[in-house]
Structure formats: C-alpha cells, structure tokens
C-alpha cells in the first residue's frame, strides 16, 4: 500500500509502498553528508524510491541531478514523488541498469555521482523472496566493483564519489576505487549508540584525486539506552 511520508516535515515529501525497500537512515545521512556545489551536475547511481535525489535538490542548487533505477515501479514512483514535490526541473530518473550507463550518458559528465548500494554479496546471508526488497538488499544485478568502474568514467577530474556501506567491506571497496583512480578523501563512522562499534562509514572520494585521508567525527544514532534520536540525527531531520 502507498503512504506518503515527509522527508522534511511540512516541505518534502516522498511516496513509499511496502511493496517495495523502504529508505531508511543511511539514504538520509548519506544525502546529508554529500557537498554539492551550486550548478553541479550530479547523479544517483541505484536511486531506488528517490530519496536522495528529493533530499539533494531540495537542500542545494546543482544545475541536475540524474537518478538511474532497474526496476520499473520504483522509477515510476519516484517520478511522482519528484512531481509531487514541483521538482521536475532538477530531477530526471531514469529506468537502467547501472550497468548500461555509459548508453545514457558521456565520459565525465558528473561532478558528482552518490550512492546507497546493495550492501550484501550475493552468497551471503538469506536472499528475500521478495524480488524488489532482494535487489536493494544483495548485488543480484550489479556488485560494488562495477560502481565503481562506472563511477570512475562517469565522473570528472576532480569530481567526487559519496557512498555508505558496511564497516566490514571497507577494505574490499577502497581496493576497489584506488584501482579505478579513484582516492579516498575522508569518512564518517556510523553507530547505533555511543556503546556499540560502527557498523556502517560514509566515504568521499576524488576521481584522480591527490593521497591524503581523514576520518571525521562519528555519527551516533540513538541516545544510550533509548530508542530516540540523538540531536545529530535530528537535526539531519530537520526536527527537534
């Protein structure tokens, strides 16, 4: 069933369904984290329900932002909820597989490409029997590698790449972009509560980038021993 939820209350909205993945925290800080330039040409590589996109162009001024998305219902509603929203202008979402990116667009056209991709190789862990929930979960149709390759000719001289992933493939994924040339510039830790180990990192990345690494402040989902936010992931909300 379809709802409509506000990404940022009273302003932003997005159409969800059950039917299909769900956003959840990690589209939102990663929309959050990203830097984008005034009159930035920026693309979403998996942009799923639309998240961040909606959440890109609502909060600064790129010139377009481009999402590419295989499976047709979730391109269908996102389309809405930029309709919905009077973003028609800034955000075109298109039915690809990543895949078959450069069919679509030229050799570095983006200033920024940004993405929240399956987090699950395809051998581990229970795959859902749901098709849709499955594709946004496991690497069925496209495996980090081949973001990266992607993201690598997709992207500028000096354009950046934003993802978020699992702590525990960290070192797989910046074998991966350092082999594309693409370097690793700065993270941000994820946890759950200030107890528990991060289990998740925010990563930028510069397309042919100079050596030099830092590790910012981490992000702390919930207050210790509660289920409420903190006040860094409210005021990512935007609530209080």
Do not use: W
């Amino acid at each position: 069933m379809e709802e409509i939820h506000y990404l940022v209350y009273d302003k932003l909205r997005i159409i969800q369904n059950d039917d299909f993945f769900k956003f959840g925290t990690d589209s939102v800080l990663l929309a959050d984290y990203a830097q984008i330039k005034d009159d930035d040409m920026v693309l979403d590589l998996g942009s799923g329900s639309g998240v961040i996109p909606l959440l890109l162009a609502y909060k600064n001024n790129p010139a377009q932002i481009y999402g590419l998305e295989i499976q047709k219902p979730l391109v269908q509603m996102s389309n809405r909820s930029v309709t919905l929203n009077n973003l028609k202008k800034k955000i075109k979402i298109i039915e690809a597989d990543i895949k078959n990116a450069m069919n679509i667009f030229d050799d570095n056209q983006f200033d920024v490409v940004i993405t929240n991709p399956p987090y699950r190789p395809e051998g581990v862990g229970k795959i859902c029997e749901n098709e849709y929930k499955a594709i946004a979960r496991h690497e069925l149709k496209i495996d980090i590698e081949e973001i990266s390759e992607k993201s690598a000719r997709l992207l500028r001289a000096g354009g950046r790449l934003y993802l978020v992933h699992l702590i525990q493939r960290l070192p797989q994924i910046i074998c991966f972009l350092k082999k594309y040339n693409i370097e690793p510039k700065e993270m941000k830790l994820v946890q759950a509560r200030s107890d528990k180990s991060p289990d998740r990192f925010l990563l930028k990345a510069v397309m042919d980038g100079n050596p030099g690494f830092v590790i910012k402040k981490n992000i702390i989902e919930f207050k210790d021993g509660t289920d409420q936010y903190t006040d860094q992931i409210k005021n990512i909300y935007g609530v209080d």
